[in-house]
């Protein structure tokens, strides 16, 4: 029987929604979520991110502010902009579009956000209250994202065995940190894997959940996949396809078709894991505002 797929869009609609009605509660208490949006440069994946992040703010009823700096920015620059918004009341939320241009320091940027106000989950307070399990902390929005993702789908990770494909701080590693907490939604057994693994099939194939964040396109074939298992698949990879209308497609790290026969519940690529990272960013965001209260 082929996987049944988990529809990330629909079930990002549902977490929207829900959002919505608690901005608007919040909003009668006097206190509008607001995300500001920092993006350095003119590179256009990330200004097509910047943009759908302020569009889905203005659908939800939180406040956005987009700041925008030259390719050639300094330090100094963006700096200051980080405490203009970090002082900012109306900001609830702060998050500088990644990649920035090289001359930016990007960890020394995030070391700058208030913590309070970090809504991306890369502050190094906020990564290690992620690490202790430390109740009322930011999670990060795609390993958030992914747990949703499965709760809503009723699969408990508690004693599963979970296998992730990658240990980038933004991906990889706060899942290992979300799955590995002895709490509810949680609770797996958790293998990391990533480029000096060595077979690395022999770890996936014992996956009962495994999450993909590689960013190598259809890398996990079927025959690395155990029959039965839930396939996470993060990766976003654009591929030349002549015959799409833009010239390329977008697919997974996963290979669709060929999991499609062994998982029994699969993302796909786009609308799984994708609108989720969105959602939750809206949720961290509301999260951050309640703190007013
Ligand atoms: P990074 O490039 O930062 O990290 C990739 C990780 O995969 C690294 O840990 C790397 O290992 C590992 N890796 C690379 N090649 C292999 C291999 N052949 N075998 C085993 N491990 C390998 O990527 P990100 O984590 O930022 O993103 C991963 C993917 O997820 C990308 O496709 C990205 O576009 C997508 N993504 C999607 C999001 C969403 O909202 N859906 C959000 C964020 C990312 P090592 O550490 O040893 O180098």
Redesign the pocket.
Known sequence: MPATLIDGKAIAAEVNAATAAEVAELAARGIQPGLAVVLIGDDPASQVYVNTKVRKCAELGIHSVRRVLSADATMAEVLAVVAELNADPAVHGILVQSPPPPQIDEAAIIAAIDPNKDVDCFHPVNVGKLLIGEPGGFAP??PR?VLVLLEHCGVDPAGKHVVV????N???KPLVALFLQKAKGANATVTC?????VD?AEHTRRADILVA????PE?IRGDMIKPGAVVID????RVRDESAPRGYRLVG?VHFEEASRVASLLTPVPG???P??IAMLMRNTLQAARRNL
């Open positions: 929005c795609t994202g494909v990658g240990r980038s933004i991906v990889g894997v990533h480029s000096a693994t690395l964040a590689i960013g190598k890398y993060v990766g976003i990879n790290d799984g894991v994708g989720m990272t």
